[in-house]
């Protein structure tokens, strides 16, 4: 289908119509049109233009506003203050674009064919390591983020840059070479290893093997000629490399399961997937003369990057030992992601602390010519998630908490808020697991996106799973209560009526729901899904003071205005559906 125009294109195309008749020298004048509070859209451009024409803008706004003929989609143009332009749209126009919208399967948001790929750089957690509270903003930012690239025609490959290569790896493998039975396992009852029994098993191995490393010298010493093995190829050492992985990953993907995300194994490249171009990218590097020897180590310099003594910092490509260090793998990932894999844009989701790190791998990269004007690099750098006291979320101990622990918290909490509603709907006990699982899942996903993501954030379940205020439950249940007016609505269906005049409330109902597609746009362009959750949390309030205000099934109103009111309702419950499957969120239909 056709891009279907916003109330917002419409109006600036007639304004632009009227400078190009009223002043033919400023045919190309910006009208800078915007929402407003004081009318429906506010047009500025008038002032800058007035000072380019030296004119008086209050008069040339008039005369902008005479030159406009009348027509059916502005209703009323006030020039304000010193030349402002004061617009108000009809009622028709709003219902006329709401139609074009609803008659959509995208709800009026663009699909670009043209656009290019991104690579995300997401979700990384460590091999033989418990995902931690740490680990979710990453996953759950970038999901988003895969979700609304997608939607708006992007390319997207999705990567999971996972830890799986290094010097623990040694003392791991040596470990399991001399006590061979330690991953030998069989599931609770039979069949397959669950995550948790996998995380058990290496939890229990790696303490294990730590607790020899640092207590027994030959060990270590065996242990770290492991590590050449390793580096070298050695098959044996590969293989038992590679049970490591293998186990991990069912504990990974037993995590995002929990978390509602889809993790394919082609998506996940860890360390080690670059390990075969580490040489060539340190060659690249010195011939170019980008990078330079340094105390036998190959360094970038850079002129803002200074330590606390004021002597540079540089990135350290490769170590004076030979071995390589996070930017060669870095540096590597980021040539076959531009060479192989085509991209035209990479981001990174990846905490804040990091950003001086990506900062030079980036800058080196660009020195290097693998990014461009025509590819760039983008770290989403997100900030901590913190405990009620304001202080790095925590254990009563002390310990970091553990991913899993606080996501099936969630859904206990979401579960029991859930059941205490069931019986006036008629859940089934069914119904109510399953919905826990969905609000208490989605209450997590939405208090992270809902933050701007380079901000902390408070972690607090209490107000997680509240049904008031700015959260993913508030707009579940918005969603629910829609989707049960139908089920009353007896022979009366949604139907736009373009000729109703149309009450405050769905007035400010029908011109917010027509900002969905330039919100997905921002989302997509500034990486930003917060402006998406502020959108529809607006949205879903809107919608209540609609319900309050503007009776859709009693008392009855007249058809004709019924039938829009419930047009208006189908249409918002599509968008908070859609907008929140863009945030990787359910929305039951009952709850």
């Given amino acids: ?238 293989a038992l490399w590679q049970r490591f992985v293998d186990e991990s990953k069912i504990y990974f993907y037993s995590v995002f399961d929990k978390l509602d995300m889809d993790i394919r194994d082609g998506d996940v490249v860890g360390e080690s997937g670059y390990n075969d171009m580490l040489v060539e990218t340190c060659r690249i590097l010195e011939e170019s003369g980008v990078a330079v020897r340094s105390e036998g180590a190959l360094c970038v310099f850079f002129d803002d990057v200074k330590g606390p003594d004021g002597n540079p910092t540089p990135l350290i490509v490769q170590k004076s030992d030979g071995g390589f260090g996070y930017a060669a793998t870095d540096l590597s990932a980021i040539r076959d992601r531009v060479q192989n894999l085509k991209a035209t844009s990479l981001l990174y989701v990846v905490d804040a602390r990091q950003s001086l790190h990506f900062k030079m791998v980036f800058e080196t990269a660009r020195r290097a010519g693998w990014l461009n004007d025509e590819v760039k690099a ?19 101990e002390g310990e970091t908490v553990r991913l899993v622990d606080l996501l099936d918290e969630a859904v206990d909490r979401a579960t029991t808020v859930v059941r205490e509603k069931a019986e006036k709907v008629g859940l089934t006990e069914t119904e109510i697991v399953e919905n826990g699982q969905y609000v208490g899942i989605g209450a997590v996903k939405y208090a992270d996106l809902s933050t701007s993501a380079a901000r902390d954030y408070k972690f607090d379940l209490d107000q997680m799973v509240s049904l008031n205020g700015d959260t993913s439950v508030y707009l579940q249940y918005a969603y629910a209560r829609i989707k049960s007016i139908f089920g009353k609505a007896g022979d009366r269906t949604p139907a736009a009526h373009r000729e109703l005049e149309l009450a405050p409330a769905e007035r400010a109902l029908g011109l917010h729901l027509d900002r969905f597609a330039e919100t997905v746009a921002e989302a997509a362009t500034e990486y930003a899904p917060h402006k998406l959750t502020a959108y529809l949390y607006q949205l879903a309030s809107l919608y209540t003071t609609f319900y309050d205000q503007c009776p859709v099934i009693k008392p009855e109103p007249a058809r004709e205005v019924a039938e829009n009111r419930l047009f208006l309702c189908d249409l918002t419950a599509r968008t908070l559906h859609q907008g929140m499957a863009l945030l990787g969120i359910r929305t039951p239909e009952r709850l």
């Avoid at 983008?378 to 009563?396: N, Y």
């Fill in 1 to 238: 289908m056709a891009s279907v125009p916003s109330l917002a294109s419409t109006v600036q195309q007639r304004l632009a119509d009227g400078l190009s008749a009223a002043l033919p020298d400023a045919a190309s004048a910006d009208p800078l049109l915007r929402r407003s509070d004081r009318a429906d859209f506010q047009a500025n451009g008038i002032l800058a233009l007035a000072k380019q024409l030296k004119g008086n803008p209050r008069e040339l706004a008039t005369k902008v506003v005479e030159a406009i003929p009348a027509n059916d989609v502005l209703k009323e143009i006030e020039v304000s203050g010193p030349g402002f332009l004061n617009i108000t749209v009809t009622d028709a126009a709003i219902v006329d674009t709401l139609a074009a919208r609803a008659a959509d399967a995208r709800l009026g948001v663009p699909f670009n064919e043209s656009a290019g790929t991104t690579v995300i750089d997401y979700a990384q957690p460590n091999v033989a390591k418990e995902m931690h509270v740490g680990h979710l903003r990453s996953a759950v930012i970038g999901a988003a983020m895969v979700e609304i690239l997608e939607f708006t025609g992007e390319t997207v490959v999705r990567r999971h840059h996972i830890g799986d290569w290094g010097t623990q790896f040694g003392m791991l493998i040596q470990f399991l070479i001399e006590h061979p039975h330690e991953l030998d396992h069989k599931a609770e009852g039979g069949g397959e290893v669950s995550g948790e029994e996998a995380m058990s098993n290496l939890n229990r191995l790696y303490k294990a093997s730590r607790a020899l490393f640092d207590s027994d010298e030959d060990f270590k010493t065996r242990a770290r000629a492991r590590v050449v093995d390793l580096q070298a190829g050695d098959e044996q050492t590969l």
């Fill in 378 to 396: 983008v770290q989403l750098a997100f900030g901590t998630v913190l405990g009620k006291d304001g202080k790095p979320f925590k254990t009563r």
